[in-house]
Structure formats: C-alpha cells, structure tokens
Antibody, heavy 121, light 111 residues
Framework: QVQLQESGPGLVKPSETLSLTCTVS????????WSWIRQPPGKGLEWIGY???????NYNPSLKSRVTISLDTSRDQFSLKLSSVTAADTAVYYC???????????????WGLGTLVTVSS | QSALTQPRSVSGSPGQSVTFSCTGT?????????VSWYQQHPGKAPKLIIY???KRPSGVPDRFSGSKSGNTASLTISGLQAADEADYYC???????????FGGGTKLTVL
C-alpha cells in the first residue's frame, strides 16, 4: 500500500524559505495528485497546493505568491518550498495523495505522518 | 476564503449515534457532491472515512455514513465506540479558484 513520509528541517528562521520533501513508497508517483496540507498547533487544516503526476501545479490563492511545489519522479518524491515565512507559518505539515479528477477535488488518502515546522529566530 | 463551519464539539455514549454538521455555501458544499470527511486521533495523521458525500473507502466500517442537504453536509456515526473519540474534519471542493476548503473540525467525546 502507498505510504508517504515527510522530511526536512524542523526549525526555520523568519523571512527564510521552508523546504520539505515527501517520499512516496509502495506505489507510483506517476499518477494522482500530490498535495501539501498544514495544521497550525491547535487549529484546523489548510490546503497548500498540489503537483500532478504530469507536473502541473495548483495552489491555495492565499499562499500562491510564496509557494512552489515540484515533482521528482526519478526519486518518487515531491517537494514544498514556502518563502518569506513568519511565525504564522508554524504548523504540522502533511503530504498526501489526492484525487483531483478534472480539477474537481474529491479526497486525500493516504496522508503522511506529518512534520512540525517551527518558525523562530 | 472562509473555512466550512463545524461545531467545536459533540459527545455521545457508547452504542449511541452522533451526527456532525458541516455548513458551507452554494459555492462549495451546496454546489457539488464532493464532500469528504477525515478522522484524526491525537498526534496522528488524518484518515479518510467518507468521500463524494456518502461513499466509504475500503476498510471503513458501515457505522460511518455521510449525507448532504442544501449547503450542509453531515457525518453520522452509529454504534459509537470509545475508539471513535477523535477530531473530525469535513472538506469540500470549492470551485476552480479556491479548489479545497476544510472545516475547523469537531472534537468527539465518547462519554
């Protein structure tokens, strides 16, 4: 079965770029849509964006100016870069496989275990 | 964009049924049959339990069911068990600009 695992620094300084990688195992990254979703401590979920199996991307309009998501099929990985971070970007970041059939969002499954990223000097 | 509206908490006793609500607008919940629900135990990743309003992924017990009326979607858990105590999030397709919205989550307490 497909499994996802996030990796990357747990601490990022304000104004710098947050970088995370998600490694996909047990299945092909050459289908479906691959998303990043975050959850600030004690708060709800927020979709960040996706990269499709073909490399097309789509982002949450509220984060679009700071987000880049990319795909590396040779390594079965996809990555998130979030620039100019502030304390408000402190959150658990999850990667997830998604179904965006004809750009209609239907579900996320499975999800990675999540990784806490703290923005602090 | 505003998150979907969910009650902060619900509670029920073992064996009872509980229903969670998720209220949106005609631009998201009411406009499409693409509502999903996720269960999240403390410190764990969310797990998909309902998609397309009322479909269950393989392995999810039929105690979990979903429905929708107008701009409000609902998740019902019947035969409540202690292991069902968790946070529950709804999510919906929200049009081709926003794409994805989540609710703020509802904490289920099994008494």
């Amino acid at each position: 079965q497909v499994q996802l695992q996030e990796s990357g620094p747990g601490l990022v300084k304000p104004s710098e770029t947050l970088s995370l990688t998600c490694t996909v195992s047990g299945g092909s990254i050459s289908s479906y849509y691959w998303s990043w979703i975050r959850q600030p401590p004690g708060k709800g979920l927020e979709w960040i964006g996706y990269v499709s199996y073909s490399g097309t991307t789509n982002y949450n309009p509220s984060l679009k100016s700071r987000v880049t998501i990319s795909l590396d099929t040779s390594r079965d990985q996809f990555s998130l870069k979030l620039s100019s971070v502030t304390a408000a970007d402190t959150a658990v970041y999850y990667c997830a496989r998604g179904d965006f059939w004809n750009d209609y969002y239907r579900w996320f499954d499975p999800w990675g275990l999540g990784t806490l990223v703290t923005v602090s000097s | 964009q505003s998150a979907l509206t969910q009650p902060r908490s619900v509670s029920g006793s073992p064996g009872q049924s509980v229903t969670f609500s998720c209220t949106g607008t005609s631009s998201d919940v009411g406009g499409y049959n693409y509502v999903s629900w996720y269960q999240q135990h403390p410190g764990k990743a969310p797990k998909l339990i309902i998609y397309d309003v009322n479909k269950r992924p393989s392995g999810v017990p039929d105690r979990f069911s979903g429905s929708k009326s107008g701009n409000t979607a609902s998740l019902t858990i019947s035969g409540l068990q202690a292991a069902d105590e968790a946070d529950y999030y709804c999510s919906s397709f929200a049009g081709f600009y926003i794409l994805v919205l989540f609710g703020g989550g509802t904490k289920l307490t099994v008494l």
